[in-house]
C-alpha cells in the first residue's frame, strides 16, 4: 500500500501531530509512506521519522495551480494510491483527485466542534466530499454529524495515539516549586477556554499559593490571548499563572507537571490528553467529546462539566490533598492510554479499514 498524509501546517497542533504520527507509524509497515504540508511548515518538522517521504508544497493561496499541479507529480511519481487528508486539508486532496481521477482520497476530521455546526455552514465540505472515498472521525459525536449530513457510506472512527517523543530535549523550566505545577498543554484558542483555568487558579491560589498554573501553546497575541493576560493581572496572578507559549520539549514539560488539566468547551480526542496519561500524570478535564470515553471519573482521573468553575476546582483540590490519588489516578490512565490508543491497535484497523475501501 502507498498512501500520503496531507497537512497543512507542521505547527504543533492536534491534526498535525496526528499527521506526523501516521506517516511514521506506516513508514515501518508499507512499501510508501509520504507526507505533504500544503501552506507552512512548522516545529513538527523535526519529528518526522527519516524513512517518510516529504514535500513541501509553499502553497500560497486555495488556488494555487503550481502547487496542486506539484502535488499531483508527487503522488504519480511515487505511485500513490490513497491521499489521507487531515483536517482542512480536504480542499487541495478534492482538486488532486479532479486532476488525477485514480487516486482515493480519504479525509480525517479532527475539529470536534463541528458536531455543533449546521450543514448549511459546511456546504462547501459536502460538495468535496462527493469525491471521498471514506472518511476518519476523532469522536462518536462527529460519526453521527457526518452520517446524517455527508451521506460517505465508508466511515470509521479510530481513536487518536500517541508515543513517546524520542527527540524531546529538556529546555523548558518551569516556574514555581518542583512538585506544586499544573500544566495546561492546548494553543491558546477559545475552544480550549484556559479563562476557566485562570478563574480555576483564582480559587486555589487563597488555598494553596505555592501550586502554579502553566499554559503551554501558540499564543497568537489576538483579542482572546490579551483578554487572558488581562484576567490574570486583574487576578494578582502574575506569579501564579504563566503563559510560555510554543514549545517544542512538551513531552519534558509534562514529566515537570504533578497535575494536567483541560478546560476546553469543545473537543474531538485531544492528543494532549493521551500525552498525559502516557507520562503517567494525573488529570481534570471537561467532559466534552472523547475525554469521557478515556477517563473514567473518579477511577484514573476526574472529569467536570464544561464551564463549571467550582467543581474544577474542587476536583483540583482533591488531587492536590492526596499524593497517593495523583499516583494512582497516572498510572491507571497510562493503562488505559496502551490498551486502546496504542500505535499498532489503531494502525492495523486503519489499514484493514483501508483495504476495504
Known amino acids: 500500500m502507498r498512501i500520503v498524509q496531507i497537512i497543512d501546517s507542521l505547527h504543533v497542533g492536534g491534526a498535525e501531530r496526528m499527521a506526523v504520527n501516521y506517516a511514521n507509524a506506516l513508514a515501518q509497515q508499507i512499501d510508501f509512506s509520504g507526507l505533504v504540508t500544503t501552506r507552512k511548515e512548522g516545529e513538527l518538522k523535526g519529528a518526522i521519522d527519516p524513512e517518510v517521504h516529504y514535500l513541501y508544497l509553499q502553497k500560497t493561496s486555495a488556488l494555487d495551480v503550481g502547487a496542486i499541479l506539484r502535488l499531483r507529480t508527487y503522488c504519480r511519481a ?54 471521498f472515498a471514506g472518511i476518519i472521525v476523532v469522536d462518536h459525536t462527529l460519526e453521527d454529524w457526518c452520517r446524517r449530513n455527508l451521506g460517505v457510506k465508508k466511515l470509521i472512527y479510530l481513536p487518536n495515539f500517541t508515543l513517546p517523543a524520542q527527540t524531546d530535549k529538556p529546555k523548558t523550566v518551569l516556574h514555581g516549586e518542583s512538585g506544586k505545577q499544573m500544566v495546561c498543554v492546548a494553543n491558546l484558542r477559545h475552544p480550549k477556554n484556559h479563562q476557566l483555568l485562570v478563574e480555576v487558579a483564582k480559587q486555589i491560589h487563597q488555598k494553596y499559593p505555592d501550586w502554579t498554573f502553566h499554559f503551554i501553546g501558540s499564543d497568537f497575541d489576538d483579542e482572546y490571548s490579551k483578554a487572558l493576560k488581562q484576567a490574570i493581572s486583574d487576578y494578582f496572578l502574575i506569579e501564579t499563572v504563566y503563559i510560555y507559549g510554543l514549545r517544542e520539549d512538551t513531552a519534558a514539560i509534562i514529566n515537570q507537571a504533578e497535575i494536567c488539566l483541560l478546560g476546553s468547551v469543545s473537543e474531538g480526542l485531544p492528543v494532549a490528553l493521551l500525552e498525559y496519561g502516557l507520562y503517567k500524570k494525573a488529570v481534570v478535564a471537561t467532559n466534552v467529546g472523547e475525554i469521557p470515553r478515556i477517563i473514567s471519573n473518579g477511577e484514573n482521573g476526574f472529569t467536570v462539566p464544561s464551564g463549571d468553575v467550582q467543581q474544577f476546582s474542587d476536583a483540583v483540590t482533591g488531587l492536590i490533598e492526596n499524593r497517593e490519588m495523583r499516583k494512582s489516578f497516572g498510572e491507571r490512565l497510562y493503562q488505559t492510554i496502551m490498551q486502546n490508543h496504542s500505535r499498532q491497535a489503531v494502525v492495523t484497523k486503519y489499514l484493514a479499514w483501508l483495504n476495504q475501501l
Do not use: D, Q
Not at 91 to 98: E, T
Open 78 to 131: 511515487n505511485r500513490v494510491a490513497i491521499a489521507h487528508a487531515h483536517g482542512t486539508s480536504f480542499f487541495i486532496a478534492f482538486l488532486l483527485k479532479l486532476i488525477h481521477p485514480k487516486i482515493r482520497i480519504v479525509w480525517h476530521e479532527h475539529k470536534g466542534a463541528r458536531s455543533s455546526e449546521s450543514l448549511g455552514k459546511n456546504i462547501f465540505l459536502w460538495i468535496c466530499s462527493r469525491l
